[in-house]
């Protein structure tokens, strides 16, 4: 039985669509005349714990864990991490706890500094550690949103997209391991349905496939490659995903963060 | 000296690049400027636009197409924008099957922009188009994509 949030959307999003609908051709994806830019666009974990929040009131305090402190020389590591952080700092904003936030802030400033990063990220850390304090959680939103695109385009701009996208990788995945977390705390179709994100995995899957056959690629990124693969297979299953399922996903994502995080 | 000599035209090429790309640069950047123009009302009302965007340069009415995984019980507005005068810019957003799923929009001006609620969490397509398809003569425009939602 459909709930009432699904009813409402269903029906406006019915009469709507069906008024734009004549108004634009459908698009043949199989014969495009124009440019498909390569890449999917990875949304930040704030957007779906918006959807959750909508559907209850998940307990956020309860997704908050204690971040490692970084020991790894390997950057690619240290990409996954900062990514991590990034998502842990989204959770903590969910769950309101400015210490939190401050803490991960600083976090954030020293694994920059890992990275070499530190001048270009440590105005949005100092942002986000005095927008904690005055509770300003959409700014805290804005400047994590802000600190991960800094990380990521400066990397881009070294011709370091590796590391650029396992930031991204990293994210995806401490975000996905906390939104299974919420589902199977109390399941609904839809909650699960929110996992249904095919063509993510496979874009992660399919670079991290081609790192982890490099000659002398370390063993996380081989383990990683695996992980994915098997979420892949569970995720293209059905959605949305069953309870068992939801399960399985939250278990193989555990797995792949104790390889560089958890 | 012979060394200054050698690499005197270096210096005047890498000067001639440096203005072109800051040149190329600047009228990305204005394009998502545009795009963040068109965004503004609507942050008052609760959108949160994403940092993150998408820019560059295409021939006039070429097409480009963006893959974008949305989330169903999320709105979502996708605002386009060039530099270029009287150049009409549209976004379309297509589910998986390349069935149009955008409840509303717009063109302004620079800017255009289109409204979503999807029906169900998946991958779907943003199309930007700038400049008109049917000229003859065709010049290279600026683009700019952002993204907002609540």
Same mark, same amino acid.
């Given at each position: 039985?459909?709930?009432?949030?699904?009813?409402?959307?269903?029906?406006?999003?019915?009469?709507?669509?069906?008024?734009?609908?004549?108004?634009?051709?459908?698009?043949?994806?199989?014969?495009?005349?124009?440019?498909?830019?390569?890449?999917?666009?990875?949304?930040?974990?704030?957007?779906?714990?918006?959807?959750?929040?909508?559907?209850?009131?998940?307990?956020?305090?309860?997704?908050?864990?204690?971040?490692?402190?970084?020991?790894?020389?390997?950057?690619?590591?240290?990409?996954?991490?900062?990514?991590?952080?990034?998502?842990?700092?989204?959770?903590?904003?969910?769950?309101?706890?400015?210490?939190?936030?401050?803490?991960?802030?600083?976090?954030?400033?020293?694994?920059?500094?890992?990275?070499?990063?530190?001048?270009?990220?440590?105005?949005?850390?100092?942002?986000?550690?005095?927008?904690?304090?005055?509770?300003?959680?959409?700014?805290?939103?804005?400047?994590?949103?802000?600190?991960?695109?800094?990380?990521?385009?400066?990397?881009?701009?070294?011709?370091?997209?590796?590391?650029?996208?396992?930031?991204?990788?990293?994210?995806?995945?401490?975000?996905?391991?906390?939104?299974?977390?919420?589902?199977?705390?109390?399941?609904?179709?839809?909650?699960?349905?929110?996992?249904?994100?095919?063509?993510?995995?496979?874009?992660?899957?399919?670079?991290?496939?081609?790192?982890?056959?490099?000659?002398?690629?370390?063993?996380?990124?081989?383990?990683?490659?695996?992980?994915?693969?098997?979420?892949?297979?569970?995720?293209?299953?059905?959605?949305?995903?069953?309870?068992?399922?939801?399960?399985?996903?939250?278990?193989?994502?555990?797995?792949?963060?104790?390889?560089?995080?958890? | 000296?012979?060394?200054?000599?050698?690499?005197?035209?270096?210096?005047?090429?890498?000067?001639?690049?440096?203005?072109?790309?800051?040149?190329?640069?600047?009228?990305?950047?204005?394009?998502?400027?545009?795009?963040?123009? #068109?965004? $503004?009302? /609507?942050? %008052?009302?609760?959108?949160? *636009?994403?940092?993150?965007?998408?820019? @560059?340069?295409?021939?006039?009415?070429?097409?480009?197409?963006?893959?974008?995984?949305?989330?169903?019980?999320?709105?979502?507005?996708?605002? #386009?924008? $060039?530099? /270029?005068? %009287?150049?009409?810019?549209? *976004?379309?957003?297509?589910?998986?099957? @390349?069935?149009?799923?955008?409840?509303?929009?717009?063109?302004?001006?620079?800017?255009?922009?289109?409204?979503?609620?999807?029906?169900?969490? #998946?991958?779907?397509?943003?199309?930007?188009?700038?400049?008109?398809?049917?000229?003859?003569?065709?010049?290279?425009?600026?683009?700019?994509?952002?993204?907002?939602?609540?």
């Amino acid at each position: 039985m459909k709930s009432p949030f699904s009813l409402s959307l269903s029906l406006f999003g019915i009469m709507a669509i069906s008024a734009y609908a004549n108004e634009v051709e459908p698009l043949d994806l199989a014969s495009f005349p124009g440019e498909l830019i390569n890449e999917v666009v990875v949304p930040v974990p704030a957007e779906i714990f918006t959807v959750l929040d909508k559907l209850g009131e998940p307990n956020w305090e309860e997704a908050i864990v204690e971040q490692p402190k970084s020991e790894s020389q390997d950057r690619r590591q240290i990409a996954l991490q900062f990514g991590c952080l990034i998502a842990d700092g989204f959770v903590a904003v969910q769950a309101k706890s400015p210490a939190e936030i401050q803490t991960i802030g600083r976090r954030v400033l020293n694994l920059s500094e890992s990275l070499g990063l530190a001048s270009s990220v440590r105005p949005h850390c100092l942002s986000i550690i005095e927008a904690a304090g005055d509770k300003d959680w959409n700014r805290v939103r804005r400047e994590l949103d802000l600190t991960e695109l800094t990380v990521r385009e400066t990397m881009k701009e070294l011709r370091d997209d590796e590391l650029s996208n396992l930031v991204s990788l990293g994210g995806w995945l401490r975000g996905t391991q906390v939104v299974t977390q919420v589902v199977a705390t109390s399941y609904s179709n839809d909650k699960a349905e929110l996992l249904n994100q095919p063509g993510l995995i496979n874009h992660f899957e399919g670079l991290v496939s081609a790192m982890s056959q490099k000659p002398n690629a370390p063993s996380f990124l081989r383990k990683l490659s695996t992980g994915l693969a098997d979420m892949n297979d569970v995720i293209q299953a059905n959605a949305p995903l069953n309870p068992d399922q939801i399960l399985q996903v939250q278990q193989l994502s555990a797995e792949m963060l104790e390889q560089f995080y958890l | 000296m012979t060394t200054c000599r050698v690499f005197r035209p270096l210096y005047l090429w890498a000067a001639v690049v440096l203005t072109t790309t800051t040149i190329a640069l600047a009228y990305v950047n204005e394009a998502i400027s545009m795009a963040l123009e #068109a965004a $503004t009302p /609507y942050v %008052k009302e609760g959108f949160s *636009v994403r940092e993150d965007n998408w820019s @560059g340069e295409t021939e006039e009415g070429k097409p480009l197409l963006i893959r974008h995984q949305l989330f169903r019980g999320n709105e979502y507005w996708f605002w #386009a924008g $060039t530099s /270029y005068e %009287k150049q009409p810019v549209r *976004v379309d957003v297509f589910d998986g099957n @390349g069935k149009p799923v955008a409840i509303e929009n717009f063109q302004r001006g620079y800017f255009a922009g289109a409204r979503v609620l999807p029906d169900r969490t #998946a991958t779907y397509f943003v199309r930007v188009t700038v400049g008109n398809a049917q000229k003859k003569q065709k010049q290279t425009i600026d683009w700019g994509l952002v993204y907002g939602y609540r």
